[in-house]
């Protein structure tokens, strides 16, 4: 839990960059919520408003931790924009998302496993 609050404290940190860990920690609860959220809106008929405030409220959060994932892996934000292409281009930004970050510094900050 504490990979998911660090995530949202810093939810207007786009440099720097995020390990792994965080990233996919923050993704797993973000994805756990949303579920919960979504057998909330169907058991009392809310028309998915939980889950529209409750991803209203992570985007922000979600792009800053996803931009620096992409910075750990010495690549631009602008990497981000590939989901903006149907099927391949999330594929290609999962693969990114998924490989190890650069090890020592990078030109994005210091390396965060040290």
């Known amino acids: 839990m504490e990979w998911y609050i660090g995530v949202l404290s810093q939810y207007m940190v786009y440099t720097g ?45 979600a792009t800053c931790v996803s931009i620096r994932r992409l910075h750990d892996t010495g690549r631009s934000g602008w990497w981000l924009l590939l989901c903006l292409i149907p099927v391949l281009g999330f594929l290609v930004l999962v693969f990114f998302l998924v490989l190890e970050g650069n090890q020592g510094e990078n030109e994005y900050g210091l390396d965060p496993k040290t």
């Open 17 to 61: 960059r995020a390990r792994r860990k965080e990233y996919w920690m923050f993704v797993l609860i973000s994805a756990i919520v949303t579920v919960i959220l979504n057998v909330f809106d169907a058991l009392f008929s809310s028309f998915g408003l939980a889950s529209l405030l409750y991803s209203l409220a992570v985007f922000l959060p």
